[in-house]
Each structure stands twice: as C-alpha cells, then as structure tokens.
Nanobody, 122 residues
Framework: QVQLVESGGGLVQAGGSLRLSCAAS????????MGWFRQAPGKEREFVAA????????YYADSVKGRFTISRDNAKNTVYLQMNSLKPEDTAVYYC???????????????WGQGTQVTVSS
C-alpha cells in the first residue's frame, strides 16, 4: 500500500512558477513509476507528466512540454513537479499517482493522492 500526499499548490499570476511535491509512504517507493495528472472543472482528468522508478525516463503532455519538469528523490520518497511560465489554462486540481510497473501516460495508476489546487490568474 502506498499513500500519497500532495503539497505546494496555490494562487499564482500568469507567467509565475510553482513547485508541487508529492510525499509517499511505504518502503517500496523507489520501485514505483510516478505520474502527475490534473483535472479542471468540468473536464476529465488528464495526464501531465510521468517519471520512471529510476528517474531515467520522463514523459510530458504536449501542453506542458518545455514549461514543466518532473523529478524524484527516492531517498526522500518524494516526487516533484516544477511548473514555470504558468498559464490560466493550467488551473486545475493536480494529482500525484503511483504504479508498480512501467512508466505510463494514461490513468493506469494504482494509487492516487487527494490533489492540490493550482490557480493561475491572468
């Protein structure tokens, strides 16, 4: 069992930056691929970024490529999402997810956090 707790969300102006963190419980964190997803009001949850268990592979949605960076620190059981050049359309609840297996860009994750709100004002 893995429990995930996101933090770092908030209100930021367009063009600003935020760094989200996701702290995971459990001794096998380093064996899990991790992902970030987001869900805006009235929309489906969508993939944002993912990282392999070792951190050697990363994937990004086209909408965030070049602006967001996913990283992980297995010693701290934490995955991060650095978000730069934020746009109003990035406004959403951001969720951290973990899966035992290969990195994935769809919602085939085993564990999910409760989410953290990111609001970007224009």
């Amino acid at each position: 069992q893995v429990q995930l707790v996101e933090s770092g969300g908030g209100l930021v102006q367009a063009g600003g930056s935020l760094r989200l963190s996701c702290a995971a419980s459990g001794r096998t964190f380093s064996s899990y691929a991790m992902g970030w997803f987001r869900q805006a009001p009235g929309k489906e949850r969508e993939f944002v970024a993912a990282i392999s268990w070792k951190g050697s592979s990363t994937y990004y949605a086209d909408s965030v490529k070049g602006r967001f960076t996913i990283s992980r620190d297995n010693a701290k059981n934490t995955v991060y999402l650095q978000m730069n050049s934020l746009k109003p359309e990035d406004t959403a609840v951001y969720y951290c997810a973990a899966r035992s297996g290969a990195i994935a860009t769809t919602r085939v994750y085993d564990y999910w956090g409760q989410g953290t709100q990111v609001t970007v004002s224009s």
